[in-house]
C-alpha cells in the first residue's frame, strides 16, 4: 500500500462561480433587495429563496455584510430578501416578506451588538452607527439569538443559518463580559440549524445549493467553515484530547513525502510527534522531549491505515466540556489556546465541545476553518452590482456607518498581526485575502461615477491593516503547517515576504485617475512591518496622509507588549523617525497620532505611569480615553477570566496574569492616560504616593502632574458621557438611546490646564473591517500639540478633506459623524 501524500499546501476549494445557477435566476437582479411585500411584487416574486435578518440598516455596499452576502446569493440566482432591524418584541416583523423558500440566514450586523449597546463600564450607548439617524435601541441584546427564536417562532421548521461576527465569536463556550460567567455555545441556546463562521461565502454558497438541490440542512456536516450540533459521536473519526496537543505552537517545515510515517512525526517536530504517537501507538518515535525512554526503530509495523495515520482531515480535538471549562478558569484558559492552535486553513483539527449531562448530552461540532477566498474570487464578490446607497425606505435619513465609509475601498481581508485583544484574525483568518488591482480601480471608478457628492477624494484604500496587501508566506509549504499566531511576533518571520512594491503601484495607478484628486490611508499601519519598506514609508508620507496618520504602538512597556503580542516601541521610535524624515522631505507638516490601551491584562500601575511618563516628555495628550474591553473569543479575554497566559502552555503552576478589574483602578489607568487633565490629578496624586513616587509631583518641567488643583466647578462631561448611561439606571422607554453622540477632541496649549477630556470606551469597528472584531479592542489616541507662536490650533481632517486650523476651537468628532466645531470653553490658566 502506497504512502499517503502529506499536504504542501493548503487545500483547494470548488470556486464561488462553479456552481450551475438556481432557476430563480430568470428574474434577473433587484436594484435592492426587497424589504416589503410590495417591492416583492414590484420584482415579479411570489417568494424569496433566502431571506436575512439583520441588525444593521440595509445598505448596499460591500462594507456592509447583508449585502455582500445577498449579492453573492444573487449571483447563483437565488432571490433574496431583507429584513432589517424588526421588531423583536413579537414574531410578526419576522413574517413581512412571507417563509422563505431555503432558510432564514440570521446576522447581528457588522458589530457584536453587546459592544455596540454597552460602553466597557456597562453603560447603555444611546447611539449606533449602523441605524439610520444613528439612533439606538434598534436591535436586542445578543441580537443573533434573539432574531433565531423569532425566526422559529415564526415559521417552525424552517432552517435557521446564522453567521456574523456575534455568532462566529461564540461558536464555543465564551466568557460573557457582561454577565461575568461563562455562557454555552450561540448554537446551543438559538437552537439554530447550523453557524457559519468567518468570512462565510465559500460555506454558504455551498450549503445553499445542497438546500436547493433537496438535501437535509440537519445531513450538512461536512461543510469547512461551520458548526453545528451533534447527539453522537461521528464514525469514521479519530478523537484525541485536547491535553495532548497543549504544546506551543511553532513553524512546522517542509517534510520529505518519502520519509517513513514515524520520521515524518519527528520531522515536524516536537508536539506533532507528540500527536502522532497518541493515533500510532505501534509506532516508536524518538522524541527527547516527550520519553526519556530511547524507543526500538519499528519503520514497518503500521496498525492503522494509512490515512488514520497522517491525515489530519478524520481527526478530532475534543475540548474541555462547557460544564468544566464554565467552573474551571483555568481549563478555560487551555480551551482558548488549542481554538486559537487549531485556525491554520492548512492543518487544522475539527473540535468538539460537549454540552450538557445525561440524556441532555450534546457535542458542539467546529469544522476546521474555511479556505481563504482567492484573488479572482474576492474579485467576483466585490464586482458584484452594489447600488452602493442605503434602501430608499430611509428617505433622507443619515446612516452614520454609511457616510463614514462610502468613499472607501476594502482592498484585503484578514490579518497576520495576532494581536491578542483583537479577534479579527479569529473571524477573517491569518492569511490575506487579496483583490486584484484591477477589481479595486473599476471600484474607485464606480465611486466617482455613481456615488453623490464625490468630490475627488477616496478616503481610504485599506482593510484590517492598510499594509499588509499581497503580503504572505514566501513558502505556502511552511504556510500551511505554521501554528504561529502572528507572523510579526516577536519579530517579523523571517518567512514573510515584506515587499510593499504592489501596495506602492497600486496606490500610484489609483492617483492618477481622471477625476481623482487625493488618495488619503485611514487604516491602522502595522509600522512594524512597514519599516521592512522604507519605500513604501516615503510613499504614502509623500502622498496619502491627510496631515495625521494613526498607528498603534498600544504601549511602551515590556509587561503589557508581551500580553498583547505587540512589537516594542523601538518599532515606532524606527518609523517615527522615517515618517519625520520624509516628511520634511515632501515639505509637509504631518504628524502621528498613536493609540494606546488602559488596563490590558499584564498592565501594571507602573507601566501606566511610565507610559505617561513617555507621552508627556514626548508631547502627547491622550484625547480618546478607551480601556480594555473583553470581546468574546480574543485570547486577551481569556487571560482577563482566567488569570492565566494562553500564549504559552496552560497549567496550574503556569504564568499569572496581573488583572486590572476594579473600577478604581481602570479609573486609574485611563487617569494615567489623561495625565494633563486636571479633574484626575487627585487620584493620581494618591496613587504615585502609594506606590513611593511622589517625586513626580511638582509643578517642573520633569514632573508629571503639578502639586496644586485649579479651581473648577466640576460642570464639564464630555459629549459621549453624556449619550450613555449605566445600565443600573432606568432609561427612557420611548427612547432607550439618544440619536446623536459625539467624542471631544481638545488640543491645547501644553502650558495651560486643559479641562477633562472625552473618555470613550469603545467605538464602532470601520464597516469595511466586516465585523467590528476589532472593536473588542480598548485604546487610546494621543494627539500632538500643534503650536503657532505661544497657542495651539488643531488641523481638522474630514472625510476626504483637510481643513485649516482654526485657532481655539474645540474640535468633536465621532466615527461617521462630520466634525461639527463648536466654541471652547474657557481655559485655566
Not at 473588542?776 to 500632538?784: H, I, Q, R
Request: aromatic content about 8%; proline content about 8%.
Amino acid at each position: 500500500m502506497g504512502e499517503p501524500k502529506i499536504p504542501f499546501s493548503i487545500p483547494s476549494a470548488p470556486s464561488l462561480n462553479s456552481y450551475p445557477k438556481y432557476w430563480a435566476e430568470c428574474y434577473g437582479r433587484a436594484p435592492f433587495f426587497p424589504m416589503s411585500r410590495q417591492e416583492m411584487d414590484e420584482l415579479g416574486w411570489d417568494s424569496c429563496d433566502i431571506i436575512i435578518v439583520t441588525g444593521d440598516a440595509y445598505v448596499d455596499h460591500p462594507s456592509f455584510g447583508m449585502a455582500i452576502i445577498g449579492r453573492l446569493l444573487e449571483s447563483q440566482g437565488f432571490r433574496v430578501g431583507i429584513i432589517s432591524q424588526p421588531a423583536w418584541q413579537s414574531a410578526d416583523p419576522f413574517k413581512i416578506l412571507g417563509a422563505p423558500n431555503l432558510y432564514f440566514g440570521v446576522t447581528a450586523g457588522n458589530m457584536d451588538s453587546m459592544i455596540n449597546g454597552y460602553t466597557a463600564d456597562h453603560k447603555i450607548r444611546r447611539d449606533d452607527a449602523y441605524t439610520a439617524g444613528g439612533e439606538g435601541g434598534k436591535r436586542p441584546d445578543r441580537c443573533s439569538l434573539v432574531y433565531a427564536q423569532r425566526c422559529q417562532e415564526a415559521y417552525p421548521g424552517v432552517p435557521i443559518v446564522m453567521g456574523g461576527i456575534e455568532a462566529s465569536l461564540r461558536r464555543i463556550a465564551h466568557y460573557d463580559y457582561w454577565q461575568d460567567k461563562v455562557r454555552r455555545s450561540i448554537l446551543v441556546d438559538a437552537k439554530a440549524d447550523i453557524l457559519l463562521y468567518g468570512n462565510a461565502e465559500r460555506a454558504l454558497v455551498e450549503i445553499s445549493h445542497r438546500l436547493a438541490n433537496g438535501e437535509a440542512i440537519g445531513d450538512i456536516t461536512d461543510v469547512r467553515g461551520t458548526a453545528f450540533i451533534r447527539r453522537s459521536s461521528a464514525q469514521g473519526y479519530l478523537e484525541i484530547d485536547s491535553t495532548e496537543v497543549d504544546e506551543p505552537g511553532k513553524i512546522d517545515p517542509p517534510i520529505n513525502p518519502y520519509l517513513m510515517p514515524d520520521e515524518q512525526a519527528a520531522a515536524q517536530g516536537e508536539s506533532c510527534a507528540k500527536e502522532d504517537a497518541n493515533l500510532a501507538s505501534t509506532i516508536n518515535t524518538e522524541v527527547p522531549a516527550v520519553s526519556m525512554t530511547k524507543p526500538v526503530f519499528t519503520p514497518v509495523q503500521i496498525s492503522l491505515s494509512p490515512k488514520q495515520r497522517l491525515s489530519r482531515d478524520n481527526t478530532v480535538i475534543r475540548l474541555p466540556s462547557y460544564e468544566t471549562v464554565k467552573r474551571d478558569p483555568v481549563l478555560y484558559a487551555h480551551a482558548s489556546r488549542i481554538l486559537h492552535l487549531e485556525t491554520n486553513p492548512g492543518n487544522a483539527r475539527a473540535l468538539v465541545q460537549q454540552h450538557g449531562d445525561g440524556p441532555s448530552k450534546r457535542d458542539v461540532w467546529l469544522n476546521p476553518p474555511p479556505i481563504p477566498l482567492t484573488t479572482e474570487e474576492m474579485d467576483f464578490v466585490f464586482d458584484q452590482p452594489y447600488a452602493r446607497a442605503p434602501h430608499p425606505s430611509y428617505g433622507d435619513a443619515k446612516i452614520p456607518a454609511w457616510e463614514m465609509i462610502r468613499f472607501s475601498v476594502n482592498i484585503m481581508r484578514g490579518c497576520f498581526g495576532g494581536c491578542t485583544f483583537c479577534s479579527i484574525t479569529e473571524h477573517e483568518g491569518r492569511i490575506i485575502q487579496n483583490r486584484s488591482s484591477d477589481s479595486i480601480i473599476r471600484e474607485i471608478e464606480d465611486i466617482r461615477d455613481k456615488v453623490p457628492g464625490f468630490t475627488g477624494v477616496i478616503s481610504d484604500l485599506g482593510g484590517p491593516t492598510a499594509n499588509m496587501y499581497r503580503i504572505a508566506c514566501k513558502s505556502k509549504e511552511i504556510e500551511a503547517h505554521c501554528r504561529k499566531p502572528s507572523c510579526v511576533y516577536p519579530d517579523v518571520c523571517p518567512n514573510l515576504n515584506t515587499d510593499h512594491t504592489p501596495l506602492i503601484q497600486l496606490y500610484r495607478r489609483a492617483r492618477t485617475l481622471k477625476g481623482v484628486k487625493k488618495i488619503l490611508i485611514s487604516s491602522g499601519l502595522r509600522y512594524d512591518l512597514a519599516v521592512k519598506a522604507p519605500a513604501y514609508i516615503k510613499e504614502l508620507v509623500t502622498h496619502h496622509v491627510g496631515g495625521y496618520l494613526k498607528i498603534a504602538p498600544e504601549h511602551t512597556e515590556g509587561g503589557p507588549l508581551s500580553k498583547m503580542m505587540k512589537p516594542g516601541i523601538g518599532s515606532y521610535d524606527r518609523f517615527k523617525e522615517l515618517f519625520d524624515k520624509y516628511s520634511k522631505e515632501a515639505g509637509k507638516e504631518q504628524y502621528l497620532i498613536p493609540y494606546f490601551i488602559a488596563a490590558h491584562p499584564g498592565t501594571s500601575d507602573e507601566d501606566m505611569m511610565h507610559l505617561a511618563m513617555w507621552l508627556k516628555k514626548n508631547g502627547f495628550r491622550a484625547d480618546q480615553v478607551q480601556t480594555f474591553y473583553p470581546s468574546p473569543m480574543a485570547t486577551a479575554t481569556a487571560m482577563y477570566h482566567s488569570n492565566k497566559n494562553p500564549l504559552r502552555k496552560v497549567t496550574r503552576d503556569s504564568e499569572v496574569v496581573d488583572i486590572v478589574r476594579g473600577e478604581k483602578r481602570r479609573r486609574l489607568h485611563k487617569a494615567f492616560l489623561r495625565y494633563h487633565d486636571a479633574n484626575n490629578w487627585p487620584l493620581l496624586r494618591e496613587a504615585l504616593k502609594k506606590m513611593g513616587r511622589a517625586d513626580l509631583i511638582g509643578n517642573g518641567k520633569h514632573h508629571l502632574i503639578p502639586s496644586y488643583q485649579p479651581q473648577t466647578d466640576g460642570s464639564y462631561q464630555s459629549a459621549r458621557r453624556k449619550n450613555s448611561s449605566s445600565a443600573s439606571f432606568p432609561v427612557s422607554a420611548a427612547n432607550p438611546r439618544s440619536p446623536t453622540r459625539v467624542s471631544t477632541k481638545l488640543v491645547n496649549n501644553p502650558r495651560d490646564f486643559t479641562l477633562p477630556g472625552n473618555n470613550i470606551d469603545s467605538k464602532p469597528a470601520r464597516p469595511g473591517v466586516k465585523g467590528a472584531a476589532r472593536s473588542g479592542l480598548t485604546s487610546k489616541t494621543a494627539t500632538p500639540a500643534r503650536t503657532t507662536g505661544s497657542r495651539t490650533t488643531a488641523a481638522r481632517t474630514t472625510a476626504g478633506r483637510t481643513n485649516s486650523p482654526v485657532k481655539g476651537q474645540i474640535l468633536t468628532q465621532h466615527t461617521g459623524l462630520p466634525p461639527r466645531s463648536t466654541r471652547p470653553s474657557k481655559k485655566m490658566k
